[in-house]
């Protein structure tokens, strides 16, 4: 299986701060990346895809990169919106694998 | 848009099954597969496995093999997803998300809690 490792765990910020949490992958998946959010007690969401594409409805602020094995998601100017859990999760191959979580929290 | 709606919450005892249900609207149901994903309380995401809603295909987490059974109907848009011989660590929100393989995990359930307790 594909073993994916985000950090930081946790993440204290700002409102208007930019922040990166970086997932890596045991090995290449080429750009099967996705990055989903997540809010206490509410299903997680679909931010990017692909490593890089931005879901329809997601605002620009939120934005990936990476290939192969190093992955980044940024977020430019969080908004309190944003404070939320994030998992990165490859899909490149079966079994779907996620990163452990990183919990963005307010400074 | 998109909405997967599923079952409600279940209480079960160890050794029991549980059957959880999705329910789509809002595309054509066979055009895509249905991802079902689990959370612990307080832990991360768990794949546990796929269904293609076209043809019945299925892939699933080793550690479920021989447990867990996913199953469509595509005469209401609805997914199954049943988990035989629960056990306490079985306790968890399981979501199912539509998967579109390119765009990934595109539209998750609101969650069903399935609690296995004596």
């Known amino acids: 299986d594909i073993q994916m490792t985000q950090s930081p765990s946790t993440l204290s910020a700002s409102v208007g701060d930019r922040v990166t949490i970086t997932c890596r992958a045991s090995?290449?998946?080429?750009?099967?990346l996705a990055w989903h959010q997540q809010k206490p007690g509410k299903a997680p969401k679909l931010l990017i895809y692909?490593?890089?594409s931005l879901e329809s409805g997601v605002p620009s602020r939120f934005s990936g990169s990476g290939f192969g094995t190093e992955f980044t998601l940024t977020i430019n100017s969080l908004q309190p919106d944003d404070f939320a859990t994030y998992y990165c999760?490859?899909?490149?191959?079966?079994?779907?694998?996620f990163g452990q979580g990183t919990k963005l929290e307010i400074k | 848009q998109v909405q997967l709606v599923q079952s409600g919450a279940e209480v079960k005892k160890p050794g029991a099954s549980v059957m959880v249900s999705c329910k789509a609207s809002?595309?054509?149901?066979?055009?895509?597969?249905v991802s079902w994903v689990r959370q612990a309380p307080g832990q991360g995401l768990e794949w546990m496995g796929w269904?293609?809603?076209?043809?019945?295909?299925?892939k699933f987490a080793q550690k479920l093999q021989g447990r867990v059974t996913m199953t469509t109907d595509t005469s209401t848009s609805t997914a199954y997803m049943e988990l035989r011989s629960l056990r306490s660590d079985d306790t968890a929100v399981y979501y199912c998300?539509?998967?579109?393989?390119?765009?990934?995990?595109?539209?998750w359930g609101q969650g069903t809690l399935v609690t296995v307790s004596s």
């Open positions: 998300a539509r998967d579109l393989g390119v765009t990934a995990l595109s539209d």
């Open positions: 809002g595309s054509t149901f066979t055009d895509y597969g």
């Open positions: 269904i293609s809603a076209d043809n019945g295909d299925t």
């Open positions: 090995q290449s998946i080429s750009s099967w």
């Open positions: 692909k490593a890089s």
């Open positions: 999760q490859q899909y490149n191959s079966y079994p779907y694998t």
